[in-house]
């Protein structure tokens, strides 16, 4: 449903992009029998039609592959529930650590089942209630220093 959406949204952008490159009506032939003008459509603009839509897809394709490179980037939790820790065990299985209140509890997500392994009576990770969580802005500059510095 996900493809199905981005893909409609590279066609209205396609159609929009031909629609403007159009506009500038060049000079129309006549047709030498009846006289009626014969519209024309140069191969140079079938040429820059092509391109953008090799570059929206492209561009689609980059934007996912940076999202899934950056893991789950969870947002601002102000509640008594928190993802502490996360482990991916395989494509769709993870192992992840919340905290719930005072307690913390591990977790074992698949897909359409959680299932609790172990609940910690005593927490094993501790948790800056004041802490802030970072801002995405935060962590990808971090990223990128760190690519920076390799």
């Known amino acids: 449903m996900k ?6 949204a590279v066609l209205l952008l396609c159609q929009a992009k031909f629609a403007l490159a159009t506009t500038d009506k060049p000079a129309v032939p006549q047709n030498s029998i009846s006289g009626e003008s014969v519209p024309t459509v140069g191969t140079g603009q079938y040429l820059q039609m092509l391109l953008a839509l090799i570059f929206i897809i492209g561009l689609i394709f980059a934007v996912a592959w940076l999202i899934r490179r ?6 601002a939790s102000k509640g ?6 996360a482990v991916s065990l395989g494509q769709r299985e993870r192992v992840v650590l919340m905290q719930a209140g005072k307690k913390q509890l591990l977790l074992g997500v698949a897909p359409g089942q959680i299932r609790t392994l172990h609940v910690f009576e005593e927490p094993i990770i501790e948790v800056d209630v004041a802490e802030q ?14 690519r920076m510095q390799q």
């Open 133 to 146: 969580p970072a801002r995405f802005a935060d962590k990808l500059n971090a990223m990128i220093k760190q």
């Open 3 to 8: 493809f199905l959406r981005q893909t409609g």
């Open 70 to 75: 950056m893991g789950n980037v969870a947002g």
């Open 80 to 85: 008594s529930l928190q993802v502490l820790a």
